[in-house]
């Protein structure tokens, strides 16, 4: 006869089994396919969070799929500026980078950020290379073209040879979110756009927006209104009628920016749930919102 404690450790067990054996046929699916996530938001500040999806990363790395992480760092960047006594200023919602804060900009997501996020994958046991748009011409920038922004930058070009040559040979690439023009200057790149358009040049499975909210949500106000997949159309009319509205725009723009270049699904999930790569990825229901093109399921 067994005790109540053994009962609830076969249970536990008995579920573990359960997980592992939905994961399998999408570990089957998406073996040798690129998954391009955009890592920010609180799991980027909690270290708990952080150190799951360092795991979650070197998880997917070794059942076969090919992640590609790519990062901003607004708060780390505001942190130095103040240490160093200049004031963050922001217009119509983009920083504000003139060439000291360029400097700033640079200097902590390349120098800083992006080596710890490094670190923190080889310690999970994966092998991580951090690089920036600079590296192997990756990304050309472009100015975006407001006035009185500064160094704030658009893709202009894309060459995915250097992240090709990394995924084949096993390593994980950490792209930090600054890009140089033609002529060398560097330029300050929204993150997101970033991974959309380097999710459109790879011919991603995925993009993947980690975020602080639970995804596309009908009522804003009301997570249970969550809308766990649509196509490109909806998500259109979602953004057209104001359901979704402010920093939710160039999130849902950029996937279906990327959608549009033949990526097969883009989601927007909530990084501040324990293991949400994981639970979006490798499971049935998902955790966040999918935009697809068309005829895709999870």
């Known amino acids: 006869m067994l005790t109540e404690k053994e009962l609830s450790q076969q249970e536990t067990e008995a579920m573990r089994v359960k997980v592992l054996s939905e994961a399998l046929p999408y570990i089957q699916q998406f073996a040798g396919r690129t998954i391009v996530v955009k890592y920010g938001g609180a799991a980027m500040k909690d270290s708990t969070l952080k150190d799951q999806v360092m795991r979650d990363l070197v998880f997917l790395a070794c ?82 073209g407001d006035e009185g922004i500064g160094f704030v930058g658009e893709v202009s ?78 998500a259109r009319e979602l953004m057209k009628n104001g359901v979704v509205s402010g920093g939710m725009i160039p999130k849902v723009t950029c996937c279906v920016r990327s959608l549009a270049q033949g990526v097969k699904a883009a989601h927007i999930i909530d990084g501040r749930i324990n293991h949400s790569l994981l639970l979006e990825i490798l499971t049935d229901t998902g955790i966040g919102s999918m935009i697809v093109a068309s005829g895709y399921q999870r």
């Open 157 to 234: 070009s894309v060459n995915t040879k250097i992240l090709e040559a990394l995924v084949k040979s096993g390593y994980i690439p950490v792209v930090s979110s600054v890009a140089a023009d033609e002529a060398g200057q560097s330029y300050n790149i929204n993150a997101d756009t970033i991974a959309g358009e380097l999710a459109a040049a790879l011919g991603a499975e995925k993009l993947i927006l980690m975020t602080d909210t639970a995804g596309i949500l009908q009522d804003p106000k009301d997570p249970s209104t969550l809308l766990p997949q649509l196509d490109i159309q909806q």
């Open 63 to 144: 059942v076969g799929v090919r992640p590609v992480l790519v990062h901003g760092g607004g708060p780390e960047i505001n942190s130095w500026l103040d240490k160093l006594g200049i004031e963050p200023q922001f217009k119509n919602g983009l920083r504000v980078t003139d060439a000291p804060t360029m400097d700033v900009v640079e200097m902590v997501l390349v120098g800083r950020v992006n080596k710890e996020i490094v670190a923190l994958i080889n310690q999970a046991g994966g092998s991580a290379v951090g690089l920036c748009g600079k590296d192997g011409n990756l990304i050309t920038a472009r100015p975006q």
